[in-house]
C-alpha cells in the first residue's frame, strides 16, 4: 500500500481491530434491535425478575464469550504487541476494568455487562479509524450521552428501586463511573485535535496520542 514504515508497523493492530469491532459491533446490533430484549429502549428491564443463579441466554453467553476473549488478548496486546502511546496505560487499565466487569457480570448473573453493549455500538476509545473519525457527533453521543443516560442512570438508580439488596452495587457502579472518565479523557484528545487544526498548528491529520521523534527517543 505504500506505506510509511511508521504507518506499516500499526497496519496490523489497526486491521485485526477494524475486523473485530465490526464482527462485534453488528452482533450487539443484533441483540439489541433484532430480537425481543427490550435492553436499549428499557434500560432498567436488565434488573426485571433478576435473581442469584438465573440461566443466562446462550445468545446473550457468546456476547460475554466474545468480549471477554478480546479484552483478555487486548491487556497482552496493548502491553507488547500494539505501538506504545501517550495514553496506553490508560488504555490498559481500560480493558483491565471492562474485563473485570464482563467476567463478574457472568459470574453473578448481574446486567451491567448488557447494559454495555448500549457504549459498544461506538467503537473503542482507540479504534482503527482514529483520529480523523472520531471526529463525527457518534463519538459524543454514544460515550458520553447515550452511556450516562442509559446505562449509568440504570445501574445506579433503576438497580436499587427494583432490586433493593442487589449485590456488588458500589463496585459495579465504580468501575462504570471510571469507565466514564475515560471516556472524558480521551474526548479531551479530540477536542485538542481540532483545536490544532483550527489553529494551523497541523499541517496534516496526525494522532495527537503519538510520541514525536523526540519524545519517541526519550521512551
Known sequence: CNLQPKDAAKMPESAWKLLFYTLSWSYGIYLLFF???PFFYDPPSVFYDWKKGMDVPTDIAIAYLLQCSFYGHSIYATAYMDTWRKDSVVMLLHH???????AFSYAFRLCWGKLRWVSRLSRD??????????????????????FPLKVLYATCYSSLQLVPNIP???FFN?????????NI?????IVL??????MGQMQEVNDVREYDVEDSKKT
Do not use: Q
Open 96 to 102: 483491565v476494568v471492562t474485563l473485570t466487569l464482563i
Open 35 to 37: 430480537t425481543d430484549y
Open 185 to 189: 479523557y480521551w474526548f479531551l484528545y
Open 174 to 182: 465504580a468501575l462504570l463511573l471510571v469507565l466514564t472518565l475515560m
Open 125 to 146: 476509545p482507540r479504534g482503527p479509524l482514529n483520529p480523523p473519525c472520531s471526529l463525527c457527533p457518534g463519538r459524543f453521543w454514544f460515550r458520553l450521552y447515550w
Open 193 to 198: 485535535f481540532v483545536a490544532k487544526v483550527l
Open 168 to 170: 456488588f452495587y458500589f
